[in-house]
């Protein structure tokens, strides 16, 4: 990474340039998309391809996208950002994921429904199958939020066109020394419009058909991205086996269905979940052996101040995993030492 850095410093050459456009080039390779665009983060990879779609296919303000309640914030305000309404929908209490029951789905549909994102959580992808397919049906985009799922490989690139957006935020699987994002896609329109969308609506320099924004991936970044891509099947690798090792040893420590390793490459653990009707005292016990966790995420986007006109909302699996869910220790430089201490830590937790 240093040496990457320097040779862009020394290139004399900081923003749009041979970094970035070698990133996409190998971003694209590695997710085999058709078209990628780098952008300044992960929000705007979502508001900029829904803004791009909004253009494109002559959506109006406040028309609605389908957007699950348990998800990072990011997921709902890129909807809001680019003047649509997101309708919260609720997960599976299996595994977090967006709900994908036909009936249900239906069930929240209007005249004005334009999207639905389902939310790679955790690393898992959403049931795509199912989602193409009612999509399908009833004419809507997909925006697939894989800000969490960096190489979770799917069955899908030849099945669907997919367009998909990514955070390089520096704890994501594939994090950059700072901000950065992305979109792929197999949509060649699309993504050329999403281009000039985040490069101020320029569509040649200093003419502008759209009033854009500047949402742009440095070369510094990509050059570090670059690096760091061509470890990313080994960080995940290595996230799944302290995920299998994790899921071994604590499927009985307590009440709580736990989520089973998943290892068909199809879950890359940006997170490991634990389901626990103790969380705040078993958060306080790990914290004093020096063992750090989070909450992802300990109150649902609908029951958040800055969405006050969704709070009466009840949506019951996205509440209880707000409720029960602790987020356990796991990142590639994670020793089979520490992984077996946090083990040990939630037993002696529960033996109490
Ligand atoms: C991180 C994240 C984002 C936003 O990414 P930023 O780069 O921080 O803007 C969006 N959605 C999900 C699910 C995320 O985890």
């Given at each position: 990474m240093i040496d990457a850095a320097h040779e862009t410093i020394q290139s004399g050459w900081y923003l749009r340039g041979r970094q970035t456009e070698a990133f996409e080039r190998e971003w694209g390779d590695y997710c085999q998309a058709p078209y990628t665009v780098a952008v300044g983060n992960g929000l705007d990879a979502l508001r900029l391809t829904l803004l791009a779609w909004k253009i494109l296919l002559n959506w109006s303000d406040g028309d609605e996208v389908i957007v699950p309640a348990?998800?990072?914030?990011a997921t709902p305000l890129a909807v809001s950002q680019a003047g649509l309404r997101p309708v919260f929908c609720d997960v599976n209490?299996?595994?977090?994921?967006?709900?994908?029951?036909t009936s249900y789905l239906e069930s929240l549909l209007t005249p004005r429904t334009r999207c639905i994102i389902p939310v790679h959580l955790y690393g898992q992808l959403a049931n795509l199958d199912r989602i193409y397919t009612f999509a399908a049906k009833h004419s809507l985009q997909v925006l697939e939020d894989a800000c969490q799922a960096h190489g979770a490989q799917s069955i899908y690139n030849n099945v669907y066109k997919r367009t998909c957006a990514y955070s390089f935020y520096p704890g994501k699987n594939l994090g950059a020394l700072g901000d950065g994002g992305c979109i792929t896609t197999s949509d060649k329109e699309l993504s050329t419009l999403i281009r000039s969308l985040a490069n101020y609506g320029q569509s040649e320099k200093y003419i502008h058909n759209y009033q854009g924004v500047n949402s742009r991936l440095d070369e510094l970044q990509a050059a570090i991205l670059r690096v760091k891509l061509r470890h990313l099947n080994a960080d995940n690798h290595r996230r799944q086996q302290i995920a299998s090792y994790y899921a071994s040893q604590l499927s009985e420590v307590n009440s709580f269905h736990q989520p089973s390793a998943i290892?068909?490459?199809?879950?890359?653990?940006h997170i490991f979940p634990f389901l626990t009707g103790r969380r705040s005292q078993l958060q306080q016990f790990l914290d004093r052996t020096n063992i750090q966790t989070l909450c992802h995420?300990?109150?649902a986007c609908h029951k958040q101040k800055a969405y006050s006109s969704e709070n009466h909302l009840t949506i019951p699996n996205a509440e209880f995993w707000c409720q029960h869910e602790l987020s356990l220790p796991i990142s590639p430089v994670l020793s089979d030492e520490q992984a077996e201490y946090v083990v040990a830590s939630i037993r002696m937790f529960y033996q109490q």
């Open positions: 348990n998800t990072f914030i209490l299996s595994d977090a994921l967006i709900c994908t029951e290892m068909d490459g199809s879950h890359v653990y995420y300990p109150v």
